[in-house]
């Protein structure tokens, strides 16, 4: 059964969350059209508020708390870039926020969480770790706990991005993003197809963590373990809400190697000038492909963020 995220509870979302987060850029680049022989338009969550797009979800579930719900705080797990949206919108709430994330994670993103104000605890690099100790963490304070992607208020806020793409590029004929929980893409995937309904979706990938490619194309729910990947923020194994819509919605989802995401990484820094991390480097690495899987569309392409160690660069 397909989850009740409509359109307008999207709408809601983007009203709820318009005074704390950026309605970031939609940039283009001919260079990187000739080599995917399409029309891109990236939407640059990169330069959202902590650095990705994680921001949206985190604030629209937090503001949707009650104020009893939201007294005693708000627990979360991830690898960062949730974990620093959540204290981010729990600071802007005035609430306190408790953040798990693997011991494995940058230490750019373990700052970023800090510097937010959240109190860090750190766990071994294993959903259950993150699970368990997420869990203890809410028997300890009672605060309300935020699941990083497998959350409808979540995925709602994830989706205004769609929204504010369609609206600045209206005949996009496809869109592709980024999947690791599946949080953004299901949410996006949603919102286009409600205002376009012949648009594409299509998630992207990395090879060595495509569950969520193995679970569409076989029907059922497949974990992905523990997978090694430089796309760190895509190690999650994608949500039950999250699969559903995605099976309702998404078209396809492609993968992309290792050595292509870290040169899509340095094909945007050095031809766009800006920043982003190996997670937002699948969505164009998948695009650079041979052959080009959207030559001659129009696309819409996420880059879903851009928190990276400048200490640990994937290049010399």
Not at 143 to 148: E, K, R, T
Not at 232 to 243: A, C, V
């Amino acid at each position: 059964m397909t989850p009740d995220l409509t359109l307008r509870n999207i709408l809601e979302a983007r009203e709820r969350i318009r005074p704390f987060v950026h309605r970031t850029p939609v940039l283009t680049s001919a260079t990187l059209d000739g080599l995917a022989g399409a029309r891109l338009h990236f939407k640059c969550e990169n330069l959202q508020k902590g650095g990705a797009f994680k921001a949206r979800g985190a604030h629209n579930a937090v503001f949707a708390l009650s104020d009893a719900q939201a007294s005693r705080g708000v627990v979360t797990h991830s690898s960062g870039n949730h974990g620093a949206a959540v204290a981010l919108a729990a600071r802007n709430r005035g609430i306190a926020a408790y953040v798990v994330m693997p011991s494995t994670a940058t230490q750019a993103k373990q700052r970023a969480v800090a510097r937010y104000g959240a109190r860090v605890t750190l766990c071994e690099p294993t959903q259950e770790s993150r699970e368990s100790t997420a869990r203890r963490l809410i028997a300890e304070t009672g605060a309300h706990f935020i699941h990083p992607y497998d959350d409808l208020s979540v995925i709602a806020g994830q989706g205004t991005s769609a929204i504010e793409l369609l609206e600045e590029v209206p005949d996009l004929e496809a869109i592709v993003c980024p999947v690791g929980g599946g949080g953004q893409l299901s949410g996006v995937a949603v919102a286009a197809k409600a205002l376009r309904a012949g648009i594409r979706v299509i998630g992207a990938e990395p090879a060595a963590a495509d569950d969520a490619q193995r679970s569409l194309r076989a029907g059922r729910l497949i974990r992905g373990g523990n997978p090694q990947t430089i796309a760190d923020g895509l190690r999650s194994s994608l949500g039950e809400l999250n699969f559903a819509l995605i099976q309702a919605h998404v078209a396809d989802i492609l993968t992309a190697s290792e050595e292509s995401i870290v040169q899509a990484m340095r094909l945007v820094w050095e031809i766009m000038k800006i920043v982003i991390e190996p997670s937002s480097a699948v969505a164009v690495a998948v695009l650079l492909g041979r052959p080009p899987p959207l030559a001659g569309r129009r696309v819409g392409v996420i880059l879903s963020g851009g928190n990276v160690d400048l200490e640990r660069l994937p290049w010399p």
